[in-house]
C-alpha cells in the first residue's frame, strides 16, 4: 500500500476513534483532518525508517495530541491504531522493538503535551480565581467602607446589639445623643484610671417604663419571629434628661442563615414629640382659657361609657351665661374675653376634681363620674352658680354675671354620650326659658313633650306642599256704624293624625325652626287671592284683609319682594291689604324692620300693631313706625267685665291707649270683644273697629260670602 493511502487511512481510523467535534467545540473545531494527514505521513516516515531519535517521535506524539484538542482518550487508543497502521504499511508485523521504542516515544510526547495544557489551563484558572478574589475582596472593602462612613458620619444614632442584648458598638451620633463618652481613640491623652469596660446592655439607658417593651421586642426580633422592629423608645441621657426616640430594629443574619447580631437606628424624635404634644394640647384645650374643649370632654365621656372604664354612673352640668351676648356686644370682645377668662377660672375652683371644660363661646361643662346620686350634683350647681354670683373685676368695671345650669345623669348601661350631653343642653334651655340664673334637672317626660312639638315643627314645611292648612276669616268691624270693613286672617291646620290645629299648638314652633317662612308665603297669598275673589264680587262693599306676619318673615330679605309679587299675582290692591305686625317683631331690628315697613306703606299696604301693649309699648318708637294703626290685645278687654268699665284698671288702660293712638292719628281695633256691654263701652270711647266673637268668630270664606251677601239680600 502506498504511503499516502496508508497515511489517510489512518486520519480516518484516528478520527472515527476520536469520534467528531463535541458539543463545546462545535462544528468548526473538529479534528483538523489536514493537519491529521500530515501528522500521518510522518508517523509512517518513522514507521519505515530504520532510526529515529526520540525527540522527533515525542514531537510528533505532542503534535498528535494537539491535533486532538489534548483529548485524554487519543492516547488511549494510539498504540493500537499505530500498530495497525505499521502493519498495513509495512505489509507484515512491524518489529516489535523498535515500534515499543516508537510507540513509547509517541506516548510520552502525548502525555507531555496532555500534561502541560492541563497545567496552563490549571494556572490559567488559579489567575482567574486570585483576580475573583482581588475584586470581592476590594467590593468588600467598599461595602466596609460604605457602611463606616454612614455609620459615623450619619446624623442619626446607630447601636450594633449582639444577640444577648449588650452593646457591640455605637456611632458617634448616638453617643452625642445619650451623653455617651468618647471611645478610647477620640479620647484626649489624659491618664485616668481605667474604666470598667464590660459590655454593657442598652436598655441601661432606657426610660423604665419602656424596659419591658424593648426586652420584649428584641427577643421576638432575635427569635426571627419580626426582621424588623420599629417603636417608640424614651432613653435617659448621662445628664439624666429624657430623649424620645424612634428605633428601627433589624435582625442581621451571618451567611449561614443564622441570627447573628441586630442593627438599631435611633432618631431623635424629643423636638418632635414636644411640638405633637403641643398640638395634642391644643387640639383639646381651648385657646382663651386653657381648659379641656369640647373634644377632650367628648373623649373622656367616651372612655367612661368604654369597657376599660370602671365608671357605673355619669352625671354631666351645661352652663352658659345669662346674657353674653348683651355683655359682648355692650363691653367689647376684649373685656369679653376676660370675663370668660375669670369665669373659667371661678368654675375650676368651684368644680374641685371635677372635669370643667369650655365647650363653646360662654358654655361650660363639668364632668362629674360615679356621683353619689342627683343630689350631689344639684348641690354642686348650687354652689358653682352662688360663687358665680359675687362681682368680677374686669378692667376697672365690676361685673355680675349669673348663669343657667341643666343637669343631666344616668347609668352607662342605660344612656350614651351623646344622649347624656343632649340631654343636659336641654335641660339647660330649660333653666333659661325660666328665667337664667338658675338649675334645672333633666325631666325624660318633659323633653318627650318637646320631642313630640319638635317633630310637629319638622312636618310643618311638607304639611304646605300637602294642602294641610287653611284659613278661617274674623270680621274687623267699624265700631261707629256697625259696618264690616275687613277680616283677619286666621290659619288652621288639619293634622291628619292629630285632627284640627289652632296657630297656638304650631305658630311658635314654626317660627323657631324657620318653617313660618314657607308657611307665612302661603297664608299671604291664599288670603290675597281670597280678598281678590271678594273685591271682584263686592267691589267696594269688599272687606280688606289683614294677615298676620311672623318676626322671622319681616326679617326675611326676600321678604318686601315677596308681598310686593303676591300683590302683582293675585292683582289684589295694595289698600285691600293690612299686615298686623307685633311689637316683638320690630325689636329684633328696629332700624332695619323700620325700613321695611316704609317700604310697605309706600307701596300703599295698611300696617297695624298687633297684640298691642303685651310688648315694649314705648310711645317714641311707636311715633317713629310709618304705621296706620294699632290693636289693642285682647288680654285688656277681657278684663272689661263689670259694667263700670271706666274705674277698671284695663278700662283705664284701654282708654289712656285709644287717647294715645288717636294723637298719634293712628286708627285703633279693640280685639277679643264678647260682650254688647264691652262693644258700647269701645264704641263710646272712640274705639275705631272691633273684632271678637261679639262680631262674629272666625269663618270660613263660604260663610263670610253669605255674610257679605246679607246686607245685599236684606
Ligand atoms: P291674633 O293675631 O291676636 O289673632 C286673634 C286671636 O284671637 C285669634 O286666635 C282669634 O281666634 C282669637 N279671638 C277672636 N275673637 C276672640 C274672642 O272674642 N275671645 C277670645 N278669647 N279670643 C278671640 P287664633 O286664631 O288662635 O290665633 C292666635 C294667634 O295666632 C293670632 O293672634 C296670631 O298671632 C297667630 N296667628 C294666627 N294665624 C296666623 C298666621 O297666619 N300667621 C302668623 N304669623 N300668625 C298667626
Ligand atoms: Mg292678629
Ligand atoms: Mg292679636
Not at 355683655?327 to 368644680?351: F, K
Request: charged share 25%.
Amino acid at each position: 500500500m502506498s504511503s499516502a493511502l496508508a497515511a489517510a487511512r489512518f486520519t480516518e481510523e484516528w478520527v472515527g476513534v476520536l469520534g467528531g467535534p463535541t458539543d463545546a467545540e462545535g462544528p468548526a473545531e473538529g479534528p483538523d483532518r489536514g493537519r491529521l494527514a500530515v501528522l500521518a505521513s510522518e508517523l509512517t516516515g518513522l514507521i519505515r525508517a530504520d532510526s529515529w531519535r526520540p525527540e522527533q517521535a515525542q514531537r510528533l506524539g505532542s503534535a498528535l495530541a494537539r491535533a486532538q484538542r489534548h483529548r485524554p482518550q487519543g492516547l488511549g487508543a494510539l498504540p493500537r491504531l499505530v500498530r495497525l497502521h505499521a502493519d498495513t504499511l509495512l505489509g507484515e508485523s512491524a518489529p516489535p522493538a523498535l515500534l515499543d521504542q516508537l510507540l513509547g516515544a509517541l506516548a510520552t510526547g502525548y502525555a507531555r503535551e496532555l500534561h502541560e495544557h492541563s497545567l496552563t489551563e490549571h494556572r490559567l484558572r488559579l489567575r482567574e480565581a486570585r483576580r475573583t478574589h482581588r475584586k470581592v475582596q476590594r467590593a468588600l472593602r467598599a461595602n466596609e467602607q460604605r457602611f463606616r462612613t454612614v455609620f459615623t458620619e450619619l446624623g442619626v444614632g446607630i447601636a450594633l446589639i449582639g444577640l444577648d442584648g449588650t452593646v457591640l458598638d455605637v456611632n458617634p451620633t448616638l453617643r452625642g445623643l445619650l451623653g455617651l463618652n468618647p471611645p478610647e481613640s477620640e479620647r484626649p491623652r489624659i491618664p485616668r484610671q481605667r474604666e470598667n469596660h464590660r459590655p454593657r446592655p442598652l436598655t441601661e439607658h432606657v426610660h423604665p417604663a419602656d424596659v419591658d417593651t424593648v426586652r420584649e421586642d428584641f427577643t421576638r426580633l432575635t427569635l426571627g419571629q419580626h426582621t424588623r422592629l420599629p417603636a417608640e423608645v424614651r432613653f435617659y441621657r448621662t445628664d439624666g434628661t429624657l430623649v424620645w426616640t424612634h428605633v428601627t430594629a433589624t435582625l442581621v443574619r451571618d451567611v449561614t442563615g443564622r441570627p447573628d447580631y441586630v442593627i438599631a437606628v435611633i432618631e431623635d424624635i424629643t423636638e418632635r414629640h414636644h411640638l405633637r404634644t403641643r398640638l395634642r394640647h391644643q387640639a383639646y384645650h381651648d385657646q382663651l382659657t386653657r381648659l379641656p374643649n369640647r373634644a377632650l370632654l367628648d373623649a373622656q365621656l367616651r372612655w367612661a361609657f368604654s369597657e376599660h372604664s370602671d365608671v357605673r354612673r355619669v352625671g354631666v352640668c351645661h352652663l352658659d351665661l345669662d346674657g353674653f351676648r348683651k355683655i359682648n356686644d355692650s363691653l367689647g370682645h376684649e373685656a369679653a374675653d376676660q370675663l370668660l377668662l375669670a369665669v373659667a377660672s371661678r368654675l375650676q375652683a368651684l368644680a374641685g376634681q371635677h372635669l370643667v371644660a369650655r365647650i363653646g363661646g360662654d358654655e361650660f361643662a363639668i364632668l362629674v363620674t360615679d356621683p353619689p346620686g342627683v343630689d350631689y350634683l344639684c348641690g354642686l350647681a348650687k354652689d358653682v352658680l352662688a360663687g358665680l354670683r359675687p362681682p368680677l373685676r374686669i378692667g376697672t368695671r365690676q361685673l355680675e354675671v349669673t348663669a343657667s345650669m341643666g343637669i343631666a345623669e344616668d347609668s352607662v348601661g342605660e344612656t350614651w354620650p351623646g344622649e347624656l350631653q343632649r340631654a343636659a343642653e336641654s335641660a339647660r334651655s330649660w333653666a333659661k326659658t325660666a328665667g337664667g340664673g338658675r338649675w334645672v334637672v333633666f325631666d325624660p317626660h318633659r323633653d318627650a313633650g318637646e320631642t313630640s312639638q319638635f317633630a310637629l315643627a319638622a312636618s310643618v314645611s311638607g304639611a304646605v306642599d300637602r294642602h294641610e292648612f287653611h284659613l278661617l276669616y274674623q270680621p274687623l268691624v267699624e265700631l261707629a256704624d256697625g259696618a264690616l270693613t275687613g277680616v283677619e286672617a286666621l290659619v288652621r291646620w288639619r293634622h291628619p293624625e292629630l285632627g284640627l290645629l289652632g296657630p297656638a299648638q304650631f305658630i311658635d314652633l314654626a317660627e323657631r325652626n324657620g318653617a313660618i317662612v314657607p308657611l307665612g308665603r302661603w297664608v299671604l297669598t291664599e288670603a290675597c287671592r281670597q280678598a281678590r275673589r271678594w273685591a271682584d264680587q263686592f267691589g267696594s262693599g269688599a272687606p280688606y284683609v289683614s294677615v298676620n306676619v311672623a318676626p322671622r318673615q319681616l326679617a326675611e330679605p326676600g321678604w318686601l319682594a315677596e308681598v310686593s309679587d303676591v300683590l302683582a299675582e293675585t292683582g289684589l290692591r295694595p289698600d285691600r291689604l293690612q299686615l298686623e305686625i307685633t311689637e316683638r317683631a320690630v325689636l329684633v331690628d328696629e332700624a332695619s324692620a323700620t325700613d321695611t315697613l316704609h317700604a310697605l306703606r309706600d307701596m300703599g299696604v295698611r300696617l297695624t300693631i298687633d297684640d298691642f301693649g303685651t310688648g315694649y309699648s314705648s310711645l317714641s318708637y311707636l311715633r317713629r313706625l310709618p304705621v296706620h294703626g294699632l290693636k289693642i290685645d285682647g288680654e285688656f278687654i277681657r278684663g272689661l267685665t263689670c259694667e263700670d268699665h271706666a274705674e277698671s284698671r284695663d278700662g283705664k288702660i284701654v282708654e289712656a291707649l285709644i287717647g294715645m293712638a288717636h294723637a298719634l292719628g293712628l286708627q285703633v281695633t279693640a280685639e277679643w270683644v264678647e260682650t254688647a256691654a264691652q262693644a258700647r263701652w269701645l264704641t263710646n270711647l272712640g274705639c275705631d273697629i272691633g273684632q271678637g266673637n261679639w262680631y262674629g268668630p272666625p269663618i270660613t270664606p263660604f260663610e263670610l260670602d253669605e255674610l257679605l251677601r246679607r246686607p245685599l239680600a236684606g
